[in-house]
């Protein structure tokens, strides 16, 4: 019989819930079959931990005396967006130092906030009435201005390609360090633990989903950039690449640098490893013929990262078991694979949201609106209610 989230939330603010995280669930229905699994447990935790590119923080600072409305802006000398309002700004993660020192730059300014340490704000203007000031500088912390959350154009890919090198030298790319004549493979992914292969076709993820970011609760906000879910898919409905991607949002004054980690990939930039985690609730048999995909289950293709991105060569298709035994085979070589994801991290993250599931901390929610297919991809429709339920 078929369950509702409502159901489900009854249960968590009972004591009652029964959760168990994506690897677990795995031997459960192996032992226990479908149709015990869809009625014994509720909730599956997925999660993930990836360097996301895509991210960064909206930062409101509060005005000066007398006020300024700040036209160029520097945290850290790491620039930030100020073409909002007066005290308005946007720093993205992958945002460079003036000097374009590598070793520094937006990712580390959202840490230090995020780990309480003060970040020197410089900031110029050209003045106006209303606004005089010309320029400031002063120290920010989190606790000292307004607001400050992060907002995520790109997260939680939902699978993503295998990363070589053929040429005969070596290349320093966002999957990091890649060895000449295929000396090595590498990969981004939770695999079995993935929220967006856990379900793959948006059933209960989508716009207003409650979810785990950064060490505290955000939410989906839109569809992220480079959506696209038409791609190749198996029987089992994962996608064989990157398919669809999520916008976050969330109280960056809340979250831990636990779950988020500033880093450098050398000869790249700067990145920031994010942590997300997703609550499947478990509503009919369906879901749980989702829930149970393994590694072995999940494929992905190697790309040549030596070529330039649109004729990238294909040297065929590799399910993530085989990624984590640590070798694949390409072109019949034997070659070393590594994760630039964290799967450990990912596993500690379903475990924290299980523990906040199951104390009455965190609740599922019902999405607003759902993730668009492709043929809406660009008008996405906005359902009413009714039409939701």
């Known amino acids: 019989m078929a369950k509702t989230i409502e159901e489900i939330n009854e249960k968590i603010k009972k004591g009652s819930v029964v959760v168990l995280d994506a690897e677990e669930i795995i031997d459960y229905v192996r032992e226990n079959g479908i149709k015990k699994t869809a009625k014994d447990i509720d909730v599956v935790t997925t999660a993930t931990f990836g360097p996301m590119c895509s991210s960064g923080a909206f930062l409101n600072f509060g005005h000066s005396d007398p006020p300024i409305k700040m036209t160029k802006v520097l945290l850290n000398n790491v620039p930030a967006y100020a073409g909002l309002a007066a005290v308005d700004v946007y720093i993205g993660a992958a945002e460079l130092p003036e000097s374009g020192d590598m070793n520094y730059g937006g990712s580390y300014v959202i840490e230090d906030l995020i780990a309480g340490r003060p970040v020197e704000l410089k900031a110029t203007a050209y003045?106006?009435?209303?606004?005089?000031?010309?320029?400031?500088?002063?120290?920010?912390?989190?606790?000292?201005?307004?607001?400050?959350?992060?907002?995520?154009?790109?997260?939680?890919?939902?699978?993503?390609?295998?990363?070589?090198n053929s040429s005969s030298r070596t290349i320093y790319t966002y999957m990091g360090k890649l060895l000449p004549h295929f000396g090595n493979a590498t990969f981004s992914s939770a695999g079995q633990l993935n929220p967006l292969l856990n379900d793959p076709y948006f059933r209960t993820i989508g716009i207003g989903t409650r979810i785990f970011l950064g060490g505290a609760q955000g939410f989906v906000a839109w569809y992220g950039t480079q959506y696209n879910t038409n791609k190749e898919r198996l029987p089992n409905g994962t996608p064989i690449g990157p398919a669809g991607t999520l916008a976050?949002?969330?109280?960056?004054?809340?979250?831990?640098?636990?779950?988020?980690?500033?880093?450098?990939?050398?000869?790249?930039?700067?990145?920031?490893?994010?942590?997300v985690g997703i609550p499947i609730p478990v509503l009919d048999e369906e879901m749980v013929e989702f829930l149970k995909i393994?590694?072995?289950?999940?494929?992905?293709?190697?790309?040549?990262?030596?070529?330039?991105?649109?004729?990238?060569?294909?040297?065929?298709?590799?399910?993530?078991k085989q990624?984590?035994?640590?070798?694949?085979?390409?072109?019949?070589?034997?070659?070393?694979?590594?994760?630039?994801?964290?799967?450990?991290?990912?596993?500690?993250i379903t475990?924290?949201?299980?523990?906040?599931?199951?104390?009455?901390?965190?609740?599922?929610t019902s999405y607003v609106n759902p993730l668009p297919s492709e043929e809406k991809l660009n008008n996405l429709d906005i359902l009413s209610q009714e039409e939701i339920l």
């Open 248 to 275: 976050l949002i969330g109280n960056l004054k809340h979250m831990s640098t636990n779950y988020i980690k500033a880093c450098t990939f050398y000869g790249y930039g700067v990145t920031i490893f994010m942590g």
């Open 323 to 348: 990624l984590r035994s640590g070798k694949i085979k390409i072109n019949g070589k034997n070659v070393q694979t590594g994760s630039i994801s964290s799967y450990s991290k990912a596993k500690e």
């Open 127 to 164: 003045g106006t009435d209303c606004y005089p000031r010309k320029e400031i500088k002063t120290y920010i912390t989190k606790e000292t201005i307004n607001q400050a959350y992060l907002y995520n154009p790109r997260n939680v890919y939902q699978n993503y390609g295998v990363a070589t």
């Open 351 to 364: 475990n924290v949201l299980k523990s906040w599931i199951k104390e009455g901390k965190f609740y599922l």
């Open 294 to 320: 393994k590694d072995e289950d999940i494929y992905t293709e190697i790309f040549d990262y030596s070529v330039q991105r649109r004729n990238q060569p294909s040297y065929g298709k590799v399910n993530y």
